[in-house]
């Protein structure tokens, strides 16, 4: 998975989409997950950096990134040609 090339995205976790002129917020973690995928990072090399970073539990982990990354596909902040 990946984010797109054109999505603007602000150290303080502003994120624009110029495609649609949407803008949104995210928390710290959230903000970090973005950077991971624009950096092509994969999934188990992004939970490996929150486990090791945030005190937070694998499960929690899971379950709130799957959150997440439906978030970004419903408002379409990810590359399209990606099938998961």
Do not use: C, W
Not at 26 to 55: A, C, M, V, W
């Amino acid at each position: 998975m990946k984010i797109k090339q054109n999505i603007a995205i602000s150290d303080s976790g502003f994120i624009f989409n110029p495609t649609t002129g949407d803008s949104f917020s995210t928390n710290p973690i959230g903000q970090e997950i973005i950077k991971l995928l624009h950096n092509s990072k994969t999934e188990d090399e992004i939970r490996s950096f929150i486990l090791e970073t945030y005190q937070i539990s694998r499960d929690h982990f899971e379950k709130d990134y799957y959150d997440f990354i439906n978030v970004l596909k419903k408002y379409k902040l990810l590359e399209e040609n990606e099938k998961d």
